[in-house]
């Protein structure tokens, strides 16, 4: 009888041990799930004047990486008149570390008709979106009549956060 619950309290001991480990791992799994604001500065989008190609630069830092990474871009609209900025599509960003990645889709419009801007930027593998309103993008026709002579530049605050981390569907 006494061996018997001795045994039973060691196999009951012996499966506390054995359940640690699962607990313990799952505020790793929480910190994963939330990689915090990426803080933007210093953001500046611009087509040239009477060119078709539009310059990008910002820095990033990330609570995941506290270094300041410069990012930029120099891309074609394909038409000097676009009253759309150029679209920064995956790889065609530079940063001065290979942790951060960006893309910049501004879908094109007419002056009338504008949209929003969808502004992505990956640091170590996780995205973060910012929507950029339509009104922080400006459109300039400089010559009624001249299609050609427009400018076009964001036109919004110059720091921001990007505290919305869309889960990947692929
Ligand atoms: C990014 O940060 C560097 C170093 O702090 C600074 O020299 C540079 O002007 C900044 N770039 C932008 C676009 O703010
Ligand atoms: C930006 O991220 C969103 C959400 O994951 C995605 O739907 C969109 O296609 C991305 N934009 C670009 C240009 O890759």
Not at 65 to 81: E, I, N, Q
Not at 93 to 115: K, L, Y
């Amino acid at each position: 009888m006494k061996s018997t619950i001795f045994s039973f309290t060691t196999t009951v001991l012996a499966g506390l041990c054995a359940a640690t480990p699962v607990p313990a791992a799952a505020p790793q799994a929480d910190t994963a799930a939330t990689p915090g604001p990426y803080h933007i500065s210093g953001f500046f989008a611009s087509k040239a004047h009477l060119s078709s190609y539009c310059r990008f630069e910002f820095n990033v830092t990330a609570p995941s990486f506290p270094d300041v990474v410069s990012c930029s871009a120099y891309l074609d609209t394909g038409f000097s008149g676009a009253t759309w900025l150029a679209y920064v599509y995956e790889g065609a960003g530079n940063c001065n570390s290979d942790a951060v990645t960006w893309t910049f889709w501004h879908p094109r419009g007419a002056e009338t008709d504008r949209n929003d801007a969808v502004f992505n930027v990956t640091v170590e593998g996780v995205k973060g979106r910012y929507v950029v309103p339509k009104g922080d993008i400006v459109v300039v026709l400089n010559e009624e009549g001249n299609p050609f002579d427009n400018d076009v530049y964001y036109g919004g605050p110059k720091e921001f956060d990007i505290a919305e981390f869309p889960a990947d569907e692929e």
